[in-house]
């Protein structure tokens, strides 16, 4: 299940390999219950079979639930304890339904992923009409999150635990056209997160941001381009995400990251005005 990923040697360079410490993961997480929100694809799905033999009680948060019968499975099948609850994190009312769920387990929730995201590109000339490419991504990628975090922090806060944000470099880099919706609500949990991390990390609740850059997941898919470009395997990233579980370091972020923030300020001017030549050639 976990067979070594394939890179490109440009893959290799901007991506290079983690070490996880297997036994030092399972020590954190025996007996622990670990919440994965958007956990049946992609990301949330390679976690969830990276800790499958930890003896971590997971819990399995996505919106397709046949999916979710097949990821609960197969990991029951490798001696895992999982439990599935499908919601639309979108909807405040699913989260609420969620949370009233969560407040009936004994031991409460140790670790939170937030995983779940929804990605879309699109010209703000192709949404003059459509509101709702706004509301629907603000929603699932900050309204739904903060909803879900502030109900469990009292239980965080009993257990000492970690809030693990799966967020994207794009964030943290000048940004792009077309990605409007997107990049303002990833940016928006990202501030969220980060002004409430010290109350957290005061209290001693540990929180991490794992910056990720191009994931080779079916978000990225109907972006044409990225068929071309180099990006991450999601199970180099689950064992990233279980490393952040041994840690617990406020972050954890590509090493060439700072590279680009340089380039964000020094050149704002010039990547601002190569955007709008690019764009009157389309015309």
Known sequence: ???????????LLLFPPVRLNERGLKKRLEGKTVLITGASFGIGESLAYRLAAT?????LVART???LEEVKARIEGLGGKVTIF???LSKPEDVLRLTDFLSTLQCGVDIV?????????RSVMESLDRQHDFSRTMAINYSGPVQLILALIP???KNQGQIINVSSVSVLLAPAPYWAAYQASKSAFDQWFRC???ELNAKGVATTTVYLPLVKTRMIVPTEAYNHMPAMDPRHVASIIGRAMIKRKNRHAPWWLFLGQLGSILFRGVWES???RFLKRKK
């Open 1 to 11: 299940m976990f067979r070594t990923y394939k890179y490109s040697f440009t893959e």
């Open 113 to 121: 992923v937030n995983n779940a995201g929804k990605s879309i590109r």
């Open 274 to 276: 190569m955007n709008i």
């Open 65 to 67: 639930q046949d999916k």
């Open 86 to 88: 499908a919601a639309d």
């Open 196 to 198: 409430v991390s010290p």
């Open 55 to 59: 003896g971590v009680h997971l819990i």
């Open 155 to 157: 239980g965080l806060l």
